[in-house]
């Protein structure tokens, strides 16, 4: 079992990730909060490369909440009918667009409870939302955050909610900077197949380096 990392090499990793990262931006197309919270919605267990080329049609038939309460339902499934799990994902997209009309005015909410009322958004998504729009300082955690945070000792939980809060406590601040960080870092370089191991700017304190090499 690898070890957890230590207070000193949390503090060298934060800092490597900070300097390596600070400029980073999520990959998803967007103009507005509207077309951040269904691009976010649609990137679950779907690349965001896939999701930059579903959405434009998307956002031309449906521009806003209103248009996308009315839509019908076979007409979004047509939409992003490339996107994984396109059928359960076309219904809670018009749900949450009715409840946002029918409960906060035609207006997103942007904040953690009221996101994750809306159907389709559970706290994953509400995080990533508020990251991306308002810099907030939350945690999210995907697949690549997932596997970098136990590959660099930085926990051992065995799901995303609990990682978050090992992730949470251990950095604290800056989080809005980390989680891009680390998904970029999960998506290019610590990869779940062939990783970038030799040269990796993370080499010093990854925990799992003999499993990768030749």
């Given at each position: 079992?690898?070890?957890?990392?230590t207070?000193?090499?949390?503090?060298?990793i934060?800092?490597?990730?900070?300097?390596?990262?600070?400029?980073?931006?999520?990959?998803?197309?967007?103009?507005?909060?509207?077309?951040?919270?269904?691009?976010?919605?649609?990137?679950?267990q779907?690349?965001?490369?896939?999701?930059?080329?579903i959405?434009p049609?998307?956002f031309?038939?449906?521009?806003?909440?209103?248009?996308l309460?009315?839509?019908?339902?076979?007409?979004?499934?047509?939409?992003?009918?490339?996107?994984?799990?396109?059928?359960?994902?076309?219904?809670?997209?018009?749900?949450?667009?009715?409840?946002?009309?029918?409960?906060?005015?035609?207006?997103?909410p942007?904040?953690?409870?009221?996101?994750?009322?809306?159907?389709?958004?559970?706290?994953?998504?509400?995080?990533?939302?508020?990251?991306?729009?308002?810099?907030?300082?939350?945690?999210?955690?995907?697949?690549?955050?997932?596997?970098?945070?136990?590959?660099?000792g930085?926990?051992?939980?065995?799901?995303?909610?609990?990682?978050?809060?090992?992730?949470?406590?251990?950095?604290?601040?800056?989080l809005?900077?980390?989680?891009?960080?680390?998904?970029?870092?999960?998506r290019?370089?610590?990869?779940a197949?062939?990783?970038n191991c030799?040269g990796?700017?993370?080499?010093?304190?990854?925990?799992?380096?003999?499993?990768?090499?030749?």
């Open positions: 079992m690898a070890k957890l990392a207070k000193v090499e949390i503090e060298g934060k800092a490597l990730f900070l300097e390596r990262y600070k400029d980073a931006t999520t990959e998803l197309d967007f103009k507005n909060l509207y077309e951040l919270l269904i691009a976010v919605m649609l990137s679950a779907c690349t965001d490369k896939r999701v930059n080329l959405t049609a998307l031309e038939k449906y521009p806003d909440v209103t248009a309460a009315a839509a019908d339902l076979d007409e979004v499934k047509a939409l992003i009918n490339t996107c994984s799990f396109f059928n359960n994902k076309a219904v809670n997209l018009i749900k949450m667009a009715q409840s946002v009309v029918d409960n906060f005015g035609g207006e997103i942007l904040e953690e409870k009221g996101l994750m009322s809306l159907a389709g958004v559970g706290q994953k998504t509400a995080h990533v939302v508020l990251i991306e729009f308002t810099g907030a300082n939350y945690m999210a955690v995907d697949t690549h955050v997932f596997r970098v945070s136990h590959r660099l930085l926990s051992k939980a065995k799901t995303p909610e609990k990682t978050e809060e090992d992730l949470v406590k251990k950095f604290k601040d800056n809005h900077i980390l989680h891009q960080a680390m998904v970029l870092f999960g290019y370089e610590c990869k197949v062939k990783p030799e990796c700017f993370m080499a010093e304190f990854c925990k799992t380096t003999q499993s990768f090499k030749a």
